[in-house]
């Protein structure tokens, strides 16, 4: 392969999304206001470079909320929490400020009324995702997990009439389709949330690799391996008629045989990604001769989220409140 055959084609849209570019910013204001140390639960997003770098700024993450030293402040991750968290926050004296994608409390709130309607609901998704663990916990009684449509028949509701689903925000757009159509097969009223819960932008980088796919001899998706939307693309990749895809944190692991034979390259992100690693690896990439790059836009986003609005007060001022 020549030189002037090899090209890359950039995924547009790829990297932040609204929901991640708010949380990191969210932990960045607290540092800003209230000094380090700012604690974190679970990684704000699950992205290793965003993580390793705000750490280095002073955020301190932990894996649950009695790891937080009583009256400390707390961030709650892009993710989401259960109920349950907020309340142990509470009784520890935590300062909390929430930095949950708007798009996932949207989700919350549709389990939450689905269960004030006394419904079963299926929430689609991947049992351990700290989304999916905080979702549930909106209505542990009424929430049933299912990761895809070869689990639907292991489904137990006490009225098939009474049914509805809800998903993860960060899956495989057609495998969750596949899901529901199972699940419909099933019950037949099963009712749908009120709008899609697959978040626009995991859609969005889904369909632009899907539209480069099928021209790529190999597709180098950026992302942490914990990522959920990121590893869907590297499955989107392949589904899409790519001839290999794959995962890596940053350039520095991309694996330079991959190239061998290669024509185009596609490279796009996961929703957790900085473009300065997508940068760096295009600068890989060209000093291997992929120094043409095309960018494939499928869809433009222009959706921002207001930040919690705990960074608009002085959260050192606040009383301290007992619970008991």
Same mark, same amino acid.
């Given at each position: 392969m020549t030189a002037t055959n090899r090209r890359v084609l950039l995924a547009k849209p790829r990297g932040y999304c609204a929901g991640?570019?708010?949380?990191?910013?969210?932990?960045?204001?607290?540092?800003e206001q209230y000094g380090a140390p700012i604690y974190v639960r679970k990684q704000i997003v699950h992205n290793t470079h965003v993580v390793r770098t705000l750490e280095e700024r002073g955020a301190v993450f932990v894996e649950e909320t009695g790891e937080v030293p009583e009256g400390a402040i707390v !961030?709650? &991750?892009?993710?989401?929490?259960?109920?349950?968290?907020?309340? +142990?926050? %509470?009784?520890?004296?935590?300062?909390?400020?929430?930095?949950?994608?708007?798009?996932?409390?949207?989700?919350?709130?549709?389990a939450k009324r689905f269960a004030a309607?006394?419904?079963?609901?299926?929430?689609?998704?991947?049992?351990?995702?700290?989304?999916?663990?905080?979702?549930?916990?909106?209505a542990p009684e009424h929430i049933q997990i299912v990761e895809s449509p070869d689990e639907v028949h292991k489904v137990q509701v006490r009225n098939p009439d009474n049914v509805s689903w809800l998903s993860q925000t960060t899956l495989s757009v057609d495998e969750t389709n596949a899901t529901v159509d199972a699940l419909r097969e099933r019950f037949p009223n099963l009712l749908d949330p009120p709008s899609d819960d697959i978040c626009y932008a995991t859609s969005n980088r889904q369909d632009a690799v899907k539209a480069?796919?099928?021209?790529?001899?190999?597709?180098?998706? !950026?992302? &942490?391996?914990?990522?959920?939307?990121?590893?869907?693309?590297? +499955?989107? %990749?392949l589904e899409a008629g790519a001839g290999a895809a794959h995962l890596i944190d940053n350039a520095s692991l991309m694996d330079d045989s991959w190239l061998d034979g290669v024509g185009t390259v596609g490279v796009t992100s996961g929703a957790s990604v900085p473009d300065l690693l997508v940068q760096s690896l295009l600068d890989r990439l060209a000093g291997h001769g992929f120094d043409t790059v095309q960018e494939v836009e499928t869809a433009q986003e222009?959706?921002?989220f207001s930040l919690p609005k705990e960074l608009r007060r002085n959260l050192r001022s606040l009383p301290v409140v007992e619970v008991t």
């Open positions: 991640v570019d708010r949380a990191v910013v969210t932990v960045e204001k607290a540092l !961030v709650f &991750s892009a993710h989401g929490v259960s109920p349950m968290v907020h309340d +142990e926050a %509470a009784r520890r004296n935590l300062t909390t400020i929430d930095a949950t994608c708007p798009l996932v409390t949207k989700v919350h709130k549709e309607e006394d419904r079963d609901i299926i929430l689609i998704g991947h049992t351990g995702h700290e989304e999916v663990e905080g979702t549930s916990g909106e480069m796919a099928p021209e790529c001899d190999l597709v180098v998706v !950026v992302g &942490s391996d914990n990522s959920s939307n990121s590893v869907r693309l590297v +499955e989107v %990749a222009s959706l921002t």
